[in-house]
C-alpha cells in the first residue's frame, strides 16, 4: 500500500524558504513503476492546485506562478521527494500536498485518484 508522509511545513516571513518532504513507502519514487508524483496545495476558499510534479518518465513540471522560487527533486536514498520554496510570499500561504497520480482534483482534501498524505501547512506572513 501506497502511503505518503509530508513534513517541514510552518511559518516563515515573506522572502524566507522552506523545503517540504515527501517520504513514501509502497512506492518508489523516480522508480520503475513509472508513477507520476507531485505536490498540490490548497488555500482556504481557493481550489486544489498543482504545484509541482514528477513524471514517471523524468520530466519536471512547475506551476508558472511559483516557476523560478519552487523546485521539485526525488532523493533515491531517502525515497523522498522535496519541494524547494524560495522567495516566499503571503500567496503561498496554504496547506501543501503530496500525492502519487493524484491528477487534478479540485479539492485536495477529497480527491478522486491517487494516493495523498494528509498535507503539511505551511503559513507566510507579510
Known amino acids: 500500500e501506497v502511503q505518503l508522509v509530508e513534513s517541514g511545513g510552518g511559518s516563515v516571513q515573506a522572502g524566507g524558504s522552506l523545503r517540504l518532504s515527501c517520504t513514501a513507502s509502497?512506492?518508489?519514487?523516480?522508480?520503475?513503476?513509472?508513477?507520476?508524483i507531485a505536490w498540490y496545495r490548497q488555500a482556504p476558499g481557493n481550489e486544489c492546485v498543482m504545484v509541482a510534479r514528477?513524471?514517471?518518465?523524468?520530466?519536471?513540471y512547475v506551476n508558472p506562478s511559483v516557476r523560478g522560487r519552487f523546485t521539485i527533486s526525488p532523493d533515491n536514498v531517502k525515497n523522498a521527494l522535496y519541494l524547494q520554496m524560495n522567495s516566499l510570499r503571503p500567496e503561498d500561504t496554504a496547506v501543501y500536498y503530496c500525492?502519487?497520480?493524484?491528477?487534478?482534483?479540485?479539492?485536495?482534501?477529497?480527491?478522486?485518484?491517487?494516493?495523498w498524505g494528509h498535507g503539511t501547512q505551511v503559513t507566510v506572513s507579510s
Open positions: 500525492a502519487v497520480e493524484g491528477g487534478w482534483p479540485d479539492d485536495c482534501t477529497t480527491p478522486t485518484s491517487g494516493y
Open positions: 509502497g512506492f518508489t519514487i523516480d522508480g520503475p513503476d513509472d508513477l507520476d
Open positions: 514528477l513524471r514517471g518518465d523524468g520530466t519536471i
